[in-house]
């Protein structure tokens, strides 16, 4: 498996990209802002070719170069339908007093909703490039929250695409519209803190880390399950 990330952004969301190995074809994850000259590098680099985007959330920082990617790459966009409408307004996935610096985040623009767009619905299995893909529903960071998990292999551990759920020592903020502080608990002990502690844990933004390390020291955890 090759599984090879980069922040992008002024707000550092993780792109990524997996592959079944080198030289194969490659689903790409949360494409945000500035993504597209650092994924170009790693599809060289690797020597891969796109079969399709998957979004864990519709935050324009994690979506923003969706669009350009699927035209680039000619492959679907995949997103929850509760978030599907962040792509078109991306102002309603944030605060009001952020609102105002909107415009300086995204340039004056917006780059709108994919022409090739998947909805995605809990318990799917997304196949692309070889890979089998499961969808799990984690509202509660927003309302159309996904984890996309890769099963476990003779030689590694289940990893999860946790977006903005779970970060390595914190979880998503519930204060934006759709977030919700009871839900966004519910869905970690639903999806990952039911998984075994060497699940790896690749979250929207910062290091990777594992359930289990997250289970003993990740403070917004404590007294869940």
């Known amino acids: 498996m090759l599984i090879a990330a980069y922040p992008a952004g002024p707000l550092a969301a993780n792109c990524y990209v997996v592959a079944p190995a080198a030289g194969n074809g490659c689903v790409i994850v949360d494409p945000g802002q500035e993504a597209t000259e650092g994924l170009a590098k790693l599809l060289a680099e690797h020597r891969l070719t796109p079969t399709g985007v998957l979004l864990t959330h519709g935050h324009f920082d994690h979506v923003w170069s969706a669009a350009s990617v699927s035209r680039e790459y000619n492959v679907p966009v995949h997103i929850h339908p509760q978030d599907r409408g962040l792509l078109t307004d991306p102002a309603a996935g944030l605060d009001p007093a952020m ?41 509660g960071h927003t309302p159309g929250s996904v984890v996309f998990a890769l099963p476990a292999g003779d030689d590694q551990p289940e990893v999860l695409f946790t977006g903005d759920l779970l970060f390595a020592g914190s979880i998503g903020r519930t204060d934006f519209p759709g977030g919700d502080h009871p839900t966004i608990l519910d869905s970690l002990q639903r999806v990952c803190l039911s998984r075994p502690d060497d699940t790896t844990v690749l979250p929207g933004h910062g290091p990777q880390t594992t359930v289990g390390q997250e289970r003993a020291t990740n403070p917004f955890l404590r007294g869940i399950g």
């Open 99 to 139: 609102v105002g610096q909107l415009s300086a985040l995204l340039g004056g623009q917006v780059p709108g909703e994919p022409d090739h767009l998947v909805e995605l619905a809990d318990a799917d299995t997304v196949a692309l490039a070889g890979l089998q893909i499961t969808v799990h529903h984690v509202p």
